[in-house]
RNA sequence: CGGGAUGUAGCUCAGCUUGGCUAGAGCGUCCGGUUUGGGUCCGGAAGGCCGCAGGUUCGAAUCCUGUCAUCCCGACCA
């Protein structure tokens, strides 16, 4: 395989794109992989396609060792599907919407689900042919309310989607760990640094559901883990419920005033100033309980006043809270709210009023009233008594007050536990894989049921697995450069390497043209800069920015028979006899 | 959707505050010469409804209003 720049499509600049901010998405563009053509939207240059098309060979290598077979859907698919499973609707604005001209309506598909289901109803008439795992290359299409950093969060993009059936959860498992498996091998044989994170699965109405991530700050997740291998999603982090705490020795419940005193900071200044802590510490927001009233819409409409209790010294977490409420709308309360509801006295809210406690379903208000796990059976708190400007010490839960039930949606901490005791820190990190056990929900919507070897109709469940092709395109472009630009690892790099000819001598493009020759008859991927009449600077500057992982220079000793190679991640340059190139090549290549 | 910034040559930008005559630079492109191990140098040339619409003015890239677009932060992102 030889590329001749002197004969080539593409066109290096000088100067970072202005429209481009990360490092991948200004290097793209500079060496003319990529050209955009309208946000989140990129037109792809020889060079581009060659890096594109190494990645998928990985993942193809891969998917055919897991067993799925590969298929290829329309990016363009018809409403109805969409409609049969809510994702019409559900989707929302995200979804590309447009009509033909019988004014028809059809979507640039953002996954394939729905597809993929209606296949195999076609295809697959017996359960002998499960469990079954096919999958795509497909370019998708979501029109994101902000596209950013180039290629990372782009409005087309390019996504290995696999989708397995099985009759039974044990068929479910087995194709699930396959595919994760093979996920493992990809991101391995790429050198991908990933974690692996529980991730939710309650809004697709699966079970089980793990993304990978990459540990960068450019990431958009936030995941916690720990030393003992925990990791998670912040969405799907479960804290552990708090033990019970015997509280014979608590006094009872004494209420004391507490003016100005509107935030958690206020209060704890307040108690620290008038009391003794019953410990003889300091109090501290997290001996205190805040109180957050919300409002939660059903899909029917229906409005219900919620009120949670968390730890003062934590903030609700919007991710979090919208996994605890997933179906339903959620927002905070209004003025009218509160003015419908005198018990609940903004900045004062508690579970109890005069010694009875009035929130909760059982209680006076018949307010839902929800509490954090950290409030356990006899831990001991400070909240607001019910009444402008007055405060409760001594509450014990348990005893002076109980909820509906426990809500977890408390903003995630570096030191925070983690189900099996171990001590988490959060991270960013970017998502660049999901493996997920949808279950049963698209098949029972597009009525895919099989008949098993009793005779009896099964709904077939399924999982959905998908790579985001051109975010890890670009991922490698953010982990492998320098000042000077690309450096690819040599297993997606669009060439092995980058021969320079250099000089106006005609001997030395004799010696270049024939290494050459004995490159490629032994298999290398050579790029060449046979480009006539250019000077040095240029064609070395071009060979930094383009990114191959070695360069060979043949010039000004080309006569003596000499080259000078380059390792571009190592930085190391050394003089060699041109004729040793080629075995110094495939000592770095590891042919 | 909220906040901020920016739209001038193919690219990256200056000019706008304080309106004025043929609208500038660097890079790139084309022509001639020069140079050949770090984006050579010299000379010449092509290339711009100054995002769009309206307004103020004798006169608008510059001031005002509107509008569209792009980028950044946030919200959003099964």
Redesign the pocket.
């Known amino acids: 395989m030889l590329i001749r720049l002197s004969n080539f499509f593409f066109?290096?600049?000088?100067?970072?794109?202005?429209?481009?901010?990360?490092a991948s998405?200004k290097l793209l563009v500079?060496a003319g992989y990529l050209r955009?053509q309208?946000?989140?939207v990129f037109a792809w240059l020889p060079l581009g396609l060659r890096v594109k098309a190494k990645i998928e060979g990985i993942i193809h290598e891969e998917m055919a060792a897991a067993g799925a077979h590969e298929v290829h859907f329309p990016a363009l698919l018809p409403r109805e599907p969409y409609e049969a499973t809510g994702?019409w609707d559900?989707?929302?604005?995200?979804l590309f919407r447009l009509k033909d001209r019988h004014k028809a309506d059809y979507l640039l598909a953002?996954?394939h689900?729905e597809a993929f289901t209606l296949l195999v109803k076609d295809i697959v008439t017996s359960y002998k042919e499960l469990p079954l795992s096919i999958y795509q290359i497909q370019d998708?299409y979501?029109d994101?309310?902000?596209?950013?950093?180039?290629l990372l969060?782009g409005r087309e993009f390019t996504?290995k989607?696999a989708y397995s059936f099985g009759l039974t959860d044990e068929q479910l498992e087995q194709s699930y760990l396959a595919q994760r498996d093979a996920y493992e091998r990809i991101f391995n044989r790429l050198g991908l640094d990933y974690v692996i994170v529980a991730a939710?699965?309650?809004?697709?109405g699966?079970s089980r559901?793990e993304e990978f991530l990459l540990p960068v700050e450019i990431g958009?997740?936030t995941f916690v883990r720990s030393d003992s291998g925990y990791a998670a999603n912040v969405e799907a982090y479960v804290t552990p419920p708090a033990d019970p705490q015997p509280y014979d020795g608590v006094g009872a419940p004494v209420e004391f005033d507490s003016p100005e005193t509107p935030t958690i900071e206020t209060l704890v200044d307040l108690l620290n100033r008038e009391f003794e802590h019953p410990e003889g510490r300091d109090w501290q927001a997290s001996d205190t309980l805040k109180h957050v009233v919300l409002a939660v819409t059903d899909q029917a409409g229906e409005r219900e006043l919620v009120v949670v209790a968390i730890p003062g010294d934590r903030a609700v977490d919007?991710?979090r809270l919208?996994v605890a409420f997933?179906g339903y709308e959620v927002t905070p309360a209004t003025p009218a709210d509160f003015a419908k509801h005198p018990e609940l006295v903004a900045g004062y809210i508690g579970p109890v009023l005069d010694g009875a406690q009035i929130l909760g379903l059982e209680h006076k208000s018949g307010i839902r009233y929800l509490v954090d796990p950290r409030v356990a059976e006899g831990t001991v708190w400070v909240s607001g008594a019910s009444r402008a400007e007055v405060h409760t010490r001594s509450l014990v839960y348990g005893r002076d007050f109980s909820a509906d039930g426990v809500i977890d949606i408390a903003n995630v901490r570096d030191g925070d536990l983690a189900p099996d005791g171990s001590v988490i820190q959060t991270a960013r990190g970017m998502e660049i894989g999901?493996v997920?056990q949808l279950g049963r929900k698209y098949a029972e919507a597009l009525g895919l049921q099989l008949l098993d070897e009793n005779g009896k109709q099964q709904t077939v469940t399924m999982g959905?697995y998908?790579i985001g092709v051109t975010r890890i395109l670009a991922v490698m472009a953010e982990l492998h450069h320098d000042d000077?630009?690309l450096i690819w690892p040599a297993n997606i790099a669009p060439c092995h390497v980058h021969l320079?000819a250099?000089?106006?001598?005609q001997i030395?493009l004799e010696r270049a043209e024939e290494l050459a020759s004995r490159l490629v008859a032994d298999g290398v991927e050579v790029l060449f800069d046979d480009r006539?009449?250019?000077?040095?600077?240029?064609?070395?500057?071009?060979?930094?920015?383009l990114g191959m992982p070695y360069?060979v220079?043949?010039?000004?000793?080309?006569a003596e028979g000499?080259?000078?190679v380059?390792d571009r991640a190592s930085g190391e340059?050394e003089?060699l006899p041109i004729a040793e190139v080629n075995s110094w090549l495939n000592a770095k290549l590891g042919r």
């Open positions: 066109k290096t600049l000088r100067e970072d794109p202005a429209d481009a901010e990360v998405h500079r955009r309208a946000p989140g994702r559900e989707y929302g604005d995200a953002p996954t689900e998708k979501r994101e309310a902000r596209p950013r950093a180039g969060r996504m989607d939710d699965a309650g809004a697709m699966g559901s958009e997740d919007e991710k919208e997933a999901h997920f959905s998908g000077r630009g320079v250099t000089g106006k001598d030395a006539p009449k250019l000077s040095p600077g240029v064609k070395f500057g071009d060979a930094e920015l360069v220079v043949v010039g000004r000793d080309a000499i080259a000078e380059w340059r003089k």
